[in-house]
């Protein structure tokens, strides 16, 4: 990982203070950050996202200690998650406390709050001395950034500072879990799974359907995670036979899969790992390479079903056309 001077995590923090926006690394991906309590900072990051004001922000804590001063009516298993998971991957949503503003929030009555796990973001904060709230800085509906090089490259002329803390270990985002209702329902699967959440709380944890999904967070269901090249989700028995018929009408096709085919040419072969957590950490950086290629179609091996490649699984959905 690239060491930044202990003086870009001031400046950071110093950017923030003066109503900047700033992107960091978390241990999930890049995220585009402005003080929390600042309306006029956090509305840049709509701006610059180009984001609907209505699609709330999460809002990152130095640590567990914060939790009350931006949530109210905490539920117990809000602690004890946070014992366990913070810092790292787990978004909770809880009822919002009077302070936190309108635009954080788009308006909800409710917050998304975490403490993240990457050394860079906790430095900041701890050095920020507050909450800053943070969506993944990328454009709206684009891939995630989850290296420094990623957000440069989109967003480089309109953010006041990038910190590259390299590339981000888990490589999705956080698994949000809304603690709103009688039984935990998660809203996005993320790297602390199901059985983690229901093994800590002794007890089931609900997943939400796309109804109870678009109810609650506007946009989670629209095209999301996409990159610019149409991309297509194929079984992996399939894969060389759709990629043949496009070749055939002269387009140039890349192929994400976990094992290569036969070369022709027009065809380019990303490979992704065997390994759930591997394939992870390298979807959205490869998703980002095949994309700056240019190429007329991206074709995407489905991945397995299994409950591990739940999170990675959902990702490819909404990326895919
Ligand atoms: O890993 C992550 O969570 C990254 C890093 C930067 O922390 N952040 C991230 O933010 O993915 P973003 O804005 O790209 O996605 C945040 C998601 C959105 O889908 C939003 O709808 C949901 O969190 N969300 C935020 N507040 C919510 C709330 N009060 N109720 C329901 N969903 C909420
Ligand atoms: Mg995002």
Request: proline content about 9%; glycine content about 8%.
């Amino acid at each position: 990982m690239p060491t930044p001077a202990p003086d870009d995590v001031a400046r950071a923090a110093q950017l923030l203070r003066s109503g900047g926006v700033v992107a960091f690394p978390t241990e999930t991906v890049y995220g585009l950050g402005a003080d929390a309590l600042n309306p006029q900072a956090v509305g840049q990051i709509f701006a610059i996202k180009r984001r609907p004001p209505n699609h709330p922000l999460i809002v990152h804590l130095p640590d567990v200690s914060y939790l009350k001063d931006w949530a109210r009516d905490i539920p117990r298993a809000a602690y004890v998650l946070a014992e366990k998971f913070w810092p790292g991957p787990l978004t909770l949503i809880l009822q919002r406390a009077a302070r936190v503003p309108d635009q954080v929030t788009g308006g909800q009555d409710s917050v998304g709050l975490r403490v993240p796990g990457h050394p860079l973001a906790l430095a900041l904060l701890k050095e920020f001395g507050g909450a800053i709230a943070a969506p993944s800085a990328n454009r709206f509906g684009h891939v995630s950034p989850t290296r420094a090089e990623h957000v440069r490259e989109e967003l480089g002329g309109e953010v006041d500072m990038i910190l590259d803390g390299g590339p981000c270990q888990v490589g999705l985002e956080s698994t949000i879990v809304s603690l709103l209702e009688a039984r935990p329902l998660i809203l996005r699967p993320g790297a602390v799974s199901r059985g983690m959440l229901a093994e800590a709380l002794g007890d089931e944890v609900e997943v939400a359907t796309a109804e109870k999904v678009t109810l609650r967070a506007p946009g989670m269901l629209a095209s999301h995670y996409a990159p610019r090249t149409p991309l297509h989700k194929v079984p992996a028995a399939a894969l060389e036979q759709r990629a043949a018929a496009l070749l055939a009408q002269g387009q140039r096709v890349g192929v994400l899969a976990r094992q290569a085919g036969k070369q022709k040419s027009g065809l380019y072969y990303y490979l992704l790992p065997d390994d759930p957590k591997a394939y992870a950490h390298e979807l959205y950086d490869t998703l980002h390479k095949a994309d700056a290629r240019g190429l007329d179609t991206l074709l995407i091996e489905d991945p397995p079903q299994d409950e591990v490649w739940w999170a990675v699984r959902d990702r490819i959905m909404r990326a895919a056309t």
